[in-house]
């Protein structure tokens, strides 16, 4: 079953479709919550938020986009409010007509095989980064789908992609000089 006919069973009230909608995407949900907020706690706070969100407000999805996109807004604007009420980072809007010469993800993959070495750097980019790199790579979404979900044009999107995948890459070169 498609995650817009859970949608659809959850909007009736059907706790097993929110059970297994919870399964499908709790995993890289937490992660995306977790990399903007940068706390495991506000993180998993979120993250039942969001999903309370999604219990309350299934009958509202109306297809116009992917379920999983849809979803994914929802963690967005849930760990945006989150973060008015902590600290504010306002990141820079990248050069969106950068030619993308970095290296495909499984060039990263290889230049890097140990997983802790990829969590630190991808730990260490800015929010917007990080939650480009997330969303893309862990998450498998499309480049519109991560612009809707961050609310900027397709475009930024790449950027910030672009950008997230040098900072990556000069990242996991400076473990293997040391």
Excluded at 38 to 59: G, S
Excluded at 98 to 103: F, I, N, R
Excluded at 111 to 123: E, F, G, K, N, T
Aim: glycine share 6%; proline share 4%.
């Amino acid at each position: 079953m498609d995650d817009a006919a859970l949608l659809q069973r959850i909007a009736g009230g059907d706790k097993p479709a929110m059970k297994l909608l919870y399964e499908r995407h709790s995993g890289a949900l937490y992660h995306f919550i977790r990399a903007r907020l940068r706390d495991p706690f506000e993180a998993a706070d979120v993250m039942q938020e969001v999903f309370l969100e999604i219990w309350r407000a299934a009958a509202r999805f109306e297809g116009r986009s992917a379920a999983r996109t849809w979803i994914f807004g929802i963690a967005r604007n849930k760990s945006v409010d989150r973060m008015r009420r902590g600290s504010r980072e306002v990141p820079a809007e990248p050069d969106a007509d950068l030619a993308d010469d970095a290296p495909d993800p499984e060039a990263v993959a290889i230049a890097a095989s140990d997983a802790l070495r990829v969590r630190d750097c991808i730990a260490r980019l800015s929010a917007t980064h990080r939650a480009a790199i997330q969303l893309a790579f862990y998450g498998d979404l499309a480049y519109g789908d991560i612009a809707a979900i961050e609310g900027v044009p397709v475009g930024t999107v790449k950027t910030r992609i672009l950008h997230a995948k040098r900072l990556l890459m000069h990242c996991l070169a400076a473990f293997r000089m040391a």
